[in-house]
């Protein structure tokens, strides 16, 4: 016996491509109206996160103490899961390995990493290095 299921929901294309961004080649690079709203409410939490981590005054007087408090205390990646490129003196490159929240959000909303970390990791990841030292000691 063959059921046949109705769906009573049968979504226009042209909303869907405006709400969750249109599907193909381009979906990735052009997110739609619900996934910008999703990536600046994920920036605007993240950077509540980042003010209320930055209520402590923290000192980084070496790329070793920027490594410790950006990367293992800042952003909770296990220090396993981070790889040290290069350290020197004014050069910190790492390679990190940890499951992203990003990332998983990026894949959910079907948008390029390169649009959702530039809108909701680079500005608050910037805003906390900057805000490194800016205590007096």
Not at 21 to 34: N, V, Y
Not at 35 to 58: D, E, G, M, Q, T
Request: one cysteine or more.
């Amino acid at each position: 016996m063959q059921v046949k299921v109705l769906s009573y929901f049968s979504p226009n294309l042209k909303i869907f491509n405006k709400l969750f961004g249109r599907l193909g080649e381009h979906s990735l690079s052009k997110p739609g109206f619900l996934a910008k709203i999703v990536l600046n409410l994920s920036k605007h939490f993240f950077h509540a996160y980042a003010v209320l981590w930055l209520l402590k005054p923290r000192r980084a007087s070496s790329m070793k103490d920027v490594l410790k408090l950006f990367y293992i205390d800042f952003l909770m990646v296990d220090e396993k899961d981070v790889e040290v490129v290069k350290l020197s003196d004014n050069e910190l490159v790492t390679r990190c390995r940890n499951p992203c929240p990003i990332l998983k959000l990026s894949q959910r909303l079907r948008v390029d990493t390169r649009v959702s970390c530039k809108i909701v990791s680079e500005p608050v990841c910037n805003y906390v290095l900057r805000k490194l030292n800016r205590f007096p000691s």
